[in-house]
């Protein structure tokens, strides 16, 4: 299955993009997404408060993924 991953704030700043596509395996979960996004990009510091939507729900690590689903990858902000 494809899925496209929507990178923002400075992980797509680190990154050097804001979308990626991968291919997974059928029914592939959140967590390993997670995974290849962090042995792809293995020197940068992923912090573990991201927050995550599937097709602008939010998501949990655990959550199965379909062909075609968007992964938004949030990290924590704050300022003032």
Request: glycine fraction near 8%; charged fraction near 30%.
């Amino acid at each position: 299955m494809r899925i496209v991953v929507k990178l923002f704030a400075n992980i797509a700043e680190r990154a050097g993009t804001r979308q990626v596509e991968l291919e997974l395996r059928d029914g592939a979960t959140v967590g390993e997404v997670l995974e290849v996004l962090r042995q792809r990009w293995s020197k940068m510091t992923w912090n573990n408060g991201l927050m995550l939507a599937v097709n602008r729900e939010y998501a949990d690590a655990a959550r199965a993924l379909r062909d075609g689903d968007e992964l938004a990858v949030i990290p924590p902000v704050s300022g003032g």
